[in-house]
Protein backbone atom coordinates (compact mmCIF):
# COMPACT_ATOMS: atom_id res chain seq x y z
CA UNK A 1 0.00 0.00 0.00
CA UNK A 2 0.98 3.42 -0.53
CA UNK A 3 2.49 5.76 2.34
CA UNK A 4 3.23 8.82 3.33
CA UNK A 5 6.70 10.16 1.62
CA UNK A 6 8.70 12.70 2.85
CA UNK A 7 11.79 13.91 1.67
CA UNK A 8 14.89 14.25 2.47
CA UNK A 9 14.88 11.57 5.18
CA UNK A 10 18.14 13.85 6.39
CA UNK A 11 18.90 17.07 6.32
CA UNK A 12 21.90 18.88 8.20
CA UNK A 13 22.18 23.07 8.10
CA UNK A 14 23.57 25.87 9.39
CA UNK A 15 22.46 28.48 12.12
CA UNK A 16 20.33 31.01 10.11
CA UNK A 17 20.04 28.90 7.13
CA UNK A 18 16.79 28.15 5.18
CA UNK A 19 15.18 24.48 4.96
CA UNK A 20 12.26 23.38 2.83
CA UNK A 21 10.64 19.86 3.61
CA UNK A 22 8.79 17.64 1.57
CA UNK A 23 6.01 16.12 1.85
CA UNK A 24 3.58 13.78 -0.31
CA UNK A 25 0.12 12.38 1.30
CA UNK A 26 -0.98 8.97 0.46
CA UNK A 27 -2.96 9.47 -2.97
CA UNK A 28 -6.60 10.73 -2.58
CA UNK A 29 -6.09 12.28 1.22
CA UNK A 30 -7.02 15.32 1.30
CA UNK A 31 -5.30 16.57 4.86
CA UNK A 32 -2.05 17.08 5.47
CA UNK A 33 -0.44 17.37 9.18
CA UNK A 34 2.89 18.86 10.06
CA UNK A 35 4.66 17.47 13.20
CA UNK A 36 7.98 18.49 14.94
CA UNK A 37 9.37 15.84 17.77
CA UNK A 38 12.47 17.06 19.28
CA UNK A 39 14.74 14.39 20.85
CA UNK A 40 13.11 12.33 23.67
CA UNK A 41 10.00 14.38 23.08
CA UNK A 42 6.16 13.36 21.89
CA UNK A 43 5.08 14.58 18.20
CA UNK A 44 4.36 18.45 18.38
CA UNK A 45 1.40 19.55 16.41
CA UNK A 46 2.88 22.51 14.23
CA UNK A 47 0.19 22.96 10.94
CA UNK A 48 -2.17 21.25 8.71
CA UNK A 49 -4.06 21.60 5.40
CA UNK A 50 -7.29 21.06 4.02
CA UNK A 51 -8.07 21.01 0.68
CA UNK A 52 -5.30 23.08 0.15
CA UNK A 53 -6.13 25.78 2.43
CA UNK A 54 -4.55 26.29 6.24
CA UNK A 55 -7.48 24.45 8.90
CA UNK A 56 -5.24 24.58 11.95
CA UNK A 57 -2.50 26.00 13.45
CA UNK A 58 -0.51 24.52 16.62
CA UNK A 59 3.15 25.70 18.09
CA UNK A 60 4.47 26.64 14.53
CA UNK A 61 7.01 29.31 14.85
CA UNK A 62 6.81 32.75 12.68
CA UNK A 63 10.07 31.55 11.17
CA UNK A 64 8.22 28.68 9.63
CA UNK A 65 5.37 28.34 6.96
CA UNK A 66 3.61 26.03 5.00
CA UNK A 67 1.29 25.31 1.98
CA UNK A 68 -0.46 23.03 0.53
CA UNK A 69 -0.16 22.63 -3.45
CA UNK A 70 -2.59 21.48 -6.50
CA UNK A 71 -1.44 18.19 -6.56
CA UNK A 72 -2.03 17.92 -2.53
CA UNK A 73 1.90 17.46 -1.50
CA UNK A 74 3.06 20.05 0.89
CA UNK A 75 5.94 22.08 2.03
CA UNK A 76 7.57 22.98 5.27
CA UNK A 77 9.44 26.61 4.66
CA UNK A 78 11.96 26.94 8.02
CA UNK A 79 14.16 29.78 7.80
CA UNK A 80 16.36 31.82 10.02
CA UNK A 81 17.30 27.63 11.80
CA UNK A 82 18.18 27.86 15.33
CA UNK A 83 19.59 25.30 17.09
CA UNK A 84 16.52 24.08 18.99
CA UNK A 85 15.00 24.01 15.41
CA UNK A 86 17.06 20.20 15.67
CA UNK A 87 14.50 18.01 15.20
CA UNK A 88 12.47 14.78 13.86
CA UNK A 89 9.55 16.51 11.19
CA UNK A 90 6.96 13.84 10.41
CA UNK A 91 4.38 14.71 8.07
CA UNK A 92 0.92 12.80 8.40
CA UNK A 93 -2.10 12.90 5.82
CA UNK A 94 -5.61 11.83 6.07
CA UNK A 95 -9.21 11.06 4.23
CA UNK A 96 -12.24 12.41 4.85
CA UNK A 97 -13.70 9.76 2.92
CA UNK A 98 -13.24 5.89 3.58
CA UNK A 99 -10.38 4.93 1.23
CA UNK A 100 -9.32 1.36 0.36
CA UNK A 101 -7.79 0.01 3.76
CA UNK A 102 -7.51 3.64 4.84
CA UNK A 103 -9.65 4.60 7.65
CA UNK A 104 -11.72 7.84 7.89
CA UNK A 105 -9.99 10.49 9.47
CA UNK A 106 -7.13 8.30 10.81
CA UNK A 107 -3.89 10.06 10.61
CA UNK A 108 -1.03 7.84 9.06
CA UNK A 109 2.53 9.38 9.21
CA UNK A 110 5.75 9.66 6.96
CA UNK A 111 9.15 8.25 8.25
CA UNK A 112 10.14 11.67 9.12
CA UNK A 113 13.04 13.97 8.13
CA UNK A 114 15.51 14.13 11.05
CA UNK A 115 16.77 18.24 10.75
CA UNK A 116 20.26 19.12 12.00
CA UNK A 117 21.08 22.39 12.78
CA UNK A 118 24.77 22.93 13.35
CA UNK B 1 -6.29 22.46 28.13
CA UNK B 2 -5.77 19.07 27.11
CA UNK B 3 -3.38 17.11 28.04
CA UNK B 4 -2.05 12.99 27.88
CA UNK B 5 -0.47 11.30 29.91
CA UNK B 6 1.59 8.15 29.94
CA UNK B 7 3.77 6.56 32.18
CA UNK B 8 7.20 6.06 30.81
CA UNK B 9 8.88 2.62 30.98
CA UNK B 10 7.64 -0.68 30.93
CA UNK B 11 9.68 -3.63 31.15
CA UNK B 12 8.51 -7.07 30.49
CA UNK B 13 9.70 -10.97 29.74
CA UNK B 14 9.29 -12.25 26.45
CA UNK B 15 5.94 -14.46 26.54
CA UNK B 16 4.66 -11.78 29.34
CA UNK B 17 1.68 -9.52 28.04
CA UNK B 18 2.19 -6.05 28.39
CA UNK B 19 -0.13 -3.29 29.53
CA UNK B 20 0.36 0.21 28.30
CA UNK B 21 -2.01 2.75 30.15
CA UNK B 22 -2.39 6.19 29.19
CA UNK B 23 -5.41 9.03 30.95
CA UNK B 24 -6.39 12.39 28.73
CA UNK B 25 -8.66 15.22 29.69
CA UNK B 26 -10.47 16.25 26.70
CA UNK B 27 -13.77 14.44 26.82
CA UNK B 28 -14.84 15.62 23.02
CA UNK B 29 -11.95 13.80 22.06
CA UNK B 30 -13.90 11.52 18.96
CA UNK B 31 -10.45 9.21 18.24
CA UNK B 32 -8.12 7.49 20.35
CA UNK B 33 -4.89 5.91 18.78
CA UNK B 34 -2.14 4.04 19.81
CA UNK B 35 1.43 4.43 17.25
CA UNK B 36 4.60 2.51 17.89
CA UNK B 37 7.88 4.19 17.08
CA UNK B 38 11.20 2.52 16.78
CA UNK B 39 14.39 4.27 17.50
CA UNK B 40 15.25 6.23 14.64
CA UNK B 41 11.95 5.78 12.85
CA UNK B 42 8.12 6.96 12.18
CA UNK B 43 5.15 6.54 13.81
CA UNK B 44 3.51 3.27 13.12
CA UNK B 45 -0.25 3.42 13.78
CA UNK B 46 -0.80 0.28 15.44
CA UNK B 47 -5.13 0.62 16.69
CA UNK B 48 -7.39 3.15 17.40
CA UNK B 49 -10.88 3.37 19.25
CA UNK B 50 -13.86 5.34 18.42
CA UNK B 51 -14.41 7.15 22.01
CA UNK B 52 -17.96 5.62 22.05
CA UNK B 53 -16.60 2.03 22.08
CA UNK B 54 -15.16 0.20 25.26
CA UNK B 55 -12.99 -2.56 23.47
CA UNK B 56 -11.46 -3.23 20.51
CA UNK B 57 -9.38 -6.42 19.87
CA UNK B 58 -7.06 -6.59 16.62
CA UNK B 59 -4.53 -9.97 16.78
CA UNK B 60 -2.69 -9.55 19.52
CA UNK B 61 -3.41 -6.00 20.78
CA UNK B 62 -6.15 -5.14 22.92
CA UNK B 63 -7.26 -1.80 23.07
CA UNK B 64 -9.71 -0.74 26.34
CA UNK B 65 -11.34 2.72 26.66
CA UNK B 66 -13.03 3.73 30.47
CA UNK B 67 -14.66 6.54 29.02
CA UNK B 68 -16.27 8.08 32.39
CA UNK B 69 -12.66 7.99 33.65
CA UNK B 70 -10.61 8.92 30.38
CA UNK B 71 -8.53 6.11 30.39
CA UNK B 72 -7.26 4.04 27.72
CA UNK B 73 -5.50 1.13 27.87
CA UNK B 74 -3.30 -0.77 25.50
CA UNK B 75 -2.55 -5.25 26.36
CA UNK B 76 -0.11 -6.58 24.16
CA UNK B 77 -0.18 -10.57 24.16
CA UNK B 78 2.95 -12.73 24.13
CA UNK B 79 4.86 -9.91 24.09
CA UNK B 80 8.09 -10.59 21.64
CA UNK B 81 11.32 -9.05 21.24
CA UNK B 82 10.36 -7.23 18.06
CA UNK B 83 7.58 -5.32 20.27
CA UNK B 84 10.62 -3.38 22.12
CA UNK B 85 9.78 0.33 21.15
CA UNK B 86 7.73 3.49 22.28
CA UNK B 87 4.78 3.68 22.74
CA UNK B 88 2.44 6.78 22.20
CA UNK B 89 -1.07 7.45 23.13
CA UNK B 90 -2.97 10.12 21.34
CA UNK B 91 -6.28 12.16 21.23
CA UNK B 92 -7.63 14.05 18.59
CA UNK B 93 -11.17 15.04 17.36
CA UNK B 94 -10.73 13.53 13.42
CA UNK B 95 -12.00 15.50 10.51
CA UNK B 96 -8.86 17.61 10.27
CA UNK B 97 -8.47 17.87 14.28
CA UNK B 98 -4.79 17.62 15.26
CA UNK B 99 -3.14 15.08 17.63
CA UNK B 100 -2.26 15.48 21.10
CA UNK B 101 0.06 12.60 22.22
CA UNK B 102 1.27 11.43 24.99
CA UNK B 103 4.79 11.58 26.30
CA UNK B 104 5.20 7.39 25.17
CA UNK B 105 5.75 4.48 27.22
CA UNK B 106 9.42 2.88 26.37
CA UNK B 107 8.48 -0.56 26.62
CA UNK B 108 11.62 -3.39 26.97
CA UNK B 109 11.11 -6.99 26.19
CA UNK B 110 14.05 -8.96 28.21
CA UNK B 111 14.29 -12.51 26.90
Known amino acids: AAGVIQSPRHLIKEKRETATLKCYPIPRHDTVYWYQQGPGQDPQFLISFYEKMQSDKGSI ?12 HSELNMSSLELGDSALYFCASS ?16 PGTRLTVL | GEDVEQSLFLSVREGDSSVIN ?3 TDSSSTYLYWYKQEPGA ?19 LTVLLNKKDKHLSLR ?20 QGNLIFGKGTKLSVKP
Do not use: V
Not at chain 1, 61 to 72: G, L, N, V
Not at chain 1, 96 to 107: A, H, K, R, V
Not at chain 2, 44 to 56: A, E, G, P, R, V
Open chain 2, 42 to 60: GLQLLTYIFSNMDMKQDQR
Open chain 2, 76 to 95: IADTQTGDSAIYFCAEGEGS
Open chain 2, 22 to 24: CTY
Open chain 1, 61 to 72: PDRFSAQQFSDY
Open chain 1, 95 to 110: STLTEDEYSTDTQYFG
